[in-house]
């Protein structure tokens, strides 16, 4: 069980160069089952209108997924392209975008061989967050990353991230980090209104744990 850091309200405001990072599955989509089909995909209630709300604040969106079924055979990646594409489509109902999704294929104990890997993209990993640094010019000391895993909040600490824990999906019982988010916050559209408020931010963030 993660536990509350003792400040009363860390700021989890983002930065001009920031950006908010998403987790998919119990953040934006609802976990359930695991989503091998579009037709599994389902959003989170007030999922769409809260990302919009960050897409009016100018506030770039990019989602950071581990897809390890794709190692394990549940799913192509494909497949993953298509319920993607759902999603996005979902979203855009609402007036909602993303502005870029990074998935890791790869397990470390894939029936796929191809996607045989101990990554460093995998969460808690952070490569998928350098790369979002790297090709979108994201300051991560700027930006937020919100998640229901503590392997969600444990990349984003190591990227030097502020982070929300939701209580939504795994809610930061999956067991598989001890960590201490910035914040734990009921779902998205109660993360987004603390996102909003704490924006702008001027923060800066004291340097990432060694081996970040
Ligand atoms: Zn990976």
Redesign the pocket.
Known sequence: MPRRRETAHADVGVGPHGAVFLDRDGVITTQGTHVNRPDDLELVDGAGPAIARLNRAGIRVVVVTNQGGIALGHLTEETLGAIHDRMRRDLARDSARVDAIYY???HERATVTAYL?E????KP?T?MLERARDELGIDLRESVIVGDSTSDILAGIRAGCATILVRTGFGGEDGKCTVEPDAIIDNLPAAVDRILVDRPTTRARTAAAPGA
């Open positions: 890791c294929p790869h890997a990554c460093s993209c995998r990993g490569a």
